[in-house]
Structures are given as structure tokens and as C-alpha cells.
């Protein structure tokens, strides 16, 4: 069997290059939309509903929160005035703060939710009347209509002035969560409020208002939330 002498063509050209075609990769992530000036609007009404519907529940099961809104209803038990006027009363001296710390535009916003709040605390009652909850479903659910209610107030660049001021600045200039911070200030309030309330209702009323600050340190964190 005959053996070819040939050499096998090598190829000199330099081998072609894989073109990879470019991947998708991460899209860099959209710019902060603004909020409209309606939509602003419909949700500084909606959050001032909520959360004035949460204080309504808690002062009907004799509850208390924290903040200047657990505050506010200390003395609305023990002063006679509607609880709106105690609350707007209260929330004044921080409106001073807002306009310093966070600018005219964040202190309009927190000053009309105040005022918003204010009055529909009066609506609440002429609509239900008195009522007769249960302290549990009371003081949980109360909590919790009022932390979505911070919680939507918040996205708008509002406020219900108070602790809630204090607490946004930390989160702003620390880093620290506004829920976490807010937590703290208010059990100091609900613990002073042994003075008018049974020891009973204040270790609900610590449940109910580390409720609503779970609510606002889950679903309110620094970098998350896009929309201005």
C-alpha cells in the first residue's frame, strides 16, 4: 500500500476572530419619576384617611400610640377637647423644624396633612359614632391603618410632623431605618402613658405601635423606592 509523501495543508491565516454578540446586560435603572401633582394630592388624601381612620380606632378601644398622635391622645383623654384640635396643637412646634431641616415644600406638605388629619378626626365619629371595639382588634388594626397611612404619606414627601420629621432626617443623614428610630421614641411614649392607662392596655398599645413601625422599617428603606 502506497504511502503519500505530500505534506498536509497547514493554513496560515490567522484563525477568525468569534464575534460574541453583545449580551443584554443590566439595565442601568430608570431615573426617579416624579409623582404628578394629582397624584400627590390623591395620595396625601388617601394616607390622611388611613391614618387618621387608625388613630379613630385607637382612641374608641381607649388605646394609645406613639409619637405626638400617642401625644395628642393622652391628653384627649384627659382634656376636654375634640382630638383633632389636641393633635394639631401638639404637631405646631415641629412644623418649625420641617421648614428648617427638610424645606418649604416637605413643611406645606406635612403642615396640610397635619390639618387634614386634624379634620377628618372629626368626620370619623360623626360618620360611626361611638364604638365599642375590641382593645385586640382595636389597637392592631388602628396601628396598622396609621403606619400605611405614614407609610403612603412618606412616598408623597409628607409627613404627620412630630417623630415622624426626626425620624426621616436620621434615615436621611445616618442611614438609620425611619421605622426603627420612630420605635424607639414611640415605647418611651407609650410607656409614659402608665400615668392614665391600665398597665394592661399600655403593653398592647407597645404591640400595637412596634406594628405599625414594622410596618414602615419593611416596606420603607433608604435607596428602595425610586419614585420623588
Do not use: C
Not at 403606619?147 to 420629621?165: C, D, T
Not at 403593653?203 to 413601625?213: C, H, P, Q
Request: net charge positive; charged share 10%; aromatic share 8%.
Amino acid at each position: 500500500m502506497s504511502t503519500s509523501t505530500e505534506a498536509p495543508y497547514v493554513s496560515t491565516a490567522a484563525p477568525a476572530a468569534h464575534v460574541e454578540e453583545p449580551t443584554a446586560g443590566p439595565s442601568a435603572p430608570p431615573s426617579a419619576a416624579r409623582h404628578s401633582v394629582v397624584e400627590d394630592v390623591l395620595g396625601i388624601l388617601t394616607g390622611t384617611f388611613a391614618a387618621s381612620l387608625g388613630l379613630f380606632l385607637l382612641k374608641s378601644s381607649g388605646a394609645v400610640t406613639g409619637g405626638t398622635a400617642g401625644l395628642a391622645l393622652l391628653l384627649s383623654y384627659s382634656v376636654a377637647l375634640p382630638f383633632g384640635v389636641i393633635f394639631f396643637a401638639v404637631n405646631l412646634p415641629f412644623f418649625g423644624l420641617a421648614v428648617w431641616k427638610k424645606g418649604w415644600n416637605f413643611a406645606l406638605r406635612t403642615g396640610g396633612a397635619i390639618a387634614l388629619v386634624s379634620l377628618m378626626a372629626s368626620l370619623h365619629p360623626a360618620a360611626l359614632g361611638s364604638l365599642h371595639l375590641n382593645p385586640v382588634y382595636g389597637v392592631l388594626g388602628g396601628n396598622l391603618l396609621a403606619g400605611v397611612g405614614l407609610l403612603i404619606l412618606f412616598r408623597h414627601k409628607s409627613s404627620l410632623g412630630g417623630f415622624n420629621i426626626l425620624a426621616l432626617l436620621l434615615q436621611e443623614k445616618l442611614g438609620w431605618r425611619a421605622g426603627y428610630v420612630q420605635m424607639v421614641l414611640d415605647v418611651a411614649i407609650v410607656l409614659a402613658s402608665l400615668v392614665l392607662v391600665s398597665p394592661l392596655m399600655v403593653l398592647l398599645s407597645a404591640a400595637g405601635a412596634t406594628l405599625l413601625n414594622l410596618v414602615l422599617a419593611l416596606n420603607h428603606r433608604p435607596g428602595r423606592y425610586l419614585g420623588r
